[in-house]
């Protein structure tokens, strides 16, 4: 069965699917709901949702989250906040596709670099940002539980 991938910006009805998500995706570091709603009323942020439907439905209903990215930009410098695709739509290029989404954002607000960090022991995340230019500058040790965080950034 064919389906298709469309990136749209999130809203907040979409806030609720996607906390669930992060609990089952993220455990102990993820983000609340209330969390990601004091987010998106942040200036300076945007937050993008991909989506798969499956061939010969026409209807919007059938539209399946299948990940999001959050990003905050402020002075020239960019944060990627969080991405994650649902463990059913991993490996099809949609995480690739919402970096790609996330990153034209911070060029069009101006960024000239871009700053994230990733739990050392997460070879997938790493292998996308590294694949996008992005390169470890430092580490804070200990900050996921029993885990560095490396720090990786990447000129835009
Ligand atoms: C990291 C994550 C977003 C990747 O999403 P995805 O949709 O599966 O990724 P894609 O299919 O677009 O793959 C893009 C690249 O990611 C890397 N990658 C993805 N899955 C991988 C795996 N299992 N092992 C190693 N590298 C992997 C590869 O570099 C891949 O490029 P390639 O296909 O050319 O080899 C996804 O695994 C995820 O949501 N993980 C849980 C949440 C998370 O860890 N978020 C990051 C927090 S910092």
Known sequence: MNTTMTIDELHWWDLTEIAEHDARIFGPTAWTLGYYWAVMA????????????????????????????????????ADLMTIATTEAARGQGIGRALLDTGLDWARIQGAEVVH?????????????YTSHGFEEWGRRPDYYPGADAVLMRARL
């Open 116 to 128: 994230l960090e990733v739990d050392e022991r997460n070879a997938s995340a790493r292998a996308l």
């Open 42 to 77: 942040q200036n300076g942020t945007a937050m993008f949702k991909a989506g798969t439907t499956s061939a010969g439905s026409g209807s919007t209903a059938d539209v399946a989250l299948a990940g999001w990215v959050v990003m905050s930009c402020a002075g020239g410098e």
